[in-house]
């Protein structure tokens, strides 16, 4: 299927590695051209460097952290007209007491997973409007359709950010501007790795026994491979998805049950 997006712009951020990097190459793949950022600028130009020797696209590289005001408007100065934007937070989840958190912690969680996105999509959409062609996708977690004790800042930040995108989405789609999340699973990734190895440590046990557990409660009986994440992101920012937005699409092998 040809997506129809060659020659497209887009912005990732959090893309030197695990499925920010996943997206990237997908994308890559169909002729989009990137703008991709990261912390660490070693990683991000590497990953920038495999991307457009592979490809053939163009790929410039913005050191920063999205997080930030700096870090965005650092982006938007490289690519100032991005037909499509991926916005990965790339923050660890770890668990916590909630009973334990002063305010700064709720803060900097809704920053990072609530506020840093939506005043992106603030800066995006009025040109995607005007070019009418836009194409949105926030990173989360499967999680959020069915919260785990010990991470209610988490939760509670990325709920916010699908609950305003559902507003959002209604002003946009009769421009051809969609905005959808993507929910993943266990996907085979760095940021999984460290989670699981702490998991096994504040556990008492092993890392084997702890990935041996997760796949046992996956039906799908395997972690995902993040390509399957960056392919599936990237059919959402096709031509042929201009009529589905505001979803909460979960992709974890089956893990969750719920009918919606």
């Known amino acids: 299927m040809d997506l129809q997006i060659r020659g497209r712009k887009a912005i990732l ?16 793949r169909e002729g989009v051209d990137l703008t991709i950022m990261a912390r660490t600028a070693e990683d991000l130009q ?7 020797s592979e490809t053939g696209v163009s790929v410039t ?3 920063g952290d999205f997080n930030t005001k700096q870090g965005r408007a650092k982006l938007l100065e490289a690519c100032p007209d991005p037909d499509i934007v991926v916005n990965n937070p790339g923050v660890r989840q770890v668990p916590g007491d909630f009973r334990e958190w002063g305010e700064e912690v709720w803060h900097q969680w809704l920053n990072d997973h609530f506020l840093s996105s939506i005043q992106f999509i603030q800066a995006v959409t009025p040109g995607m409007c005007e070019r009418k062609f836009g194409r949105i996708v926030n990173m989360s977690v499967s999680f959020i359709k069915f919260p785990q004790v010990g991470f ?18 209604r002003e946009l789609i009769g421009h051809n501007v969609t905005i959808n999340t993507v929910c993943p699973g266990l996907f085979d990734t760095d940021a999984l790795q460290t989670n699981l190895h702490g998991h096994a440590k504040r556990g008492n046990t092993t890392y084997q026994a702890i990935v041996e557990d997760r796949i046992k409660g996956c039906p799908a009986g395997r972690f995902a491979d993040p390509k399957e994440c960056g392919d599936l992101v990237t059919y959402i920012c096709s031509a042929q998805t201009g009529f589905m937005t ?8 089956g893990v969750y049950q719920g009918l919606f």
């Open 13 to 28: 951020s959090a893309a030197s590695k695990g499925l920010g990097k996943a997206c990237a190459f997908s994308l890559a």
């Open 46 to 52: 590497a990953t920038a460097d495999e991307i457009a």
């Open 61 to 63: 590289a913005v050191p």
């Open 152 to 169: 209610a800042h988490s939760h509670s930040a990325r709920l916010a950010l699908s609950g305003a995108v559902a507003s959002m989405v």
């Open 246 to 253: 505001g979803q909460n699409i979960i992709n974890d092998g």
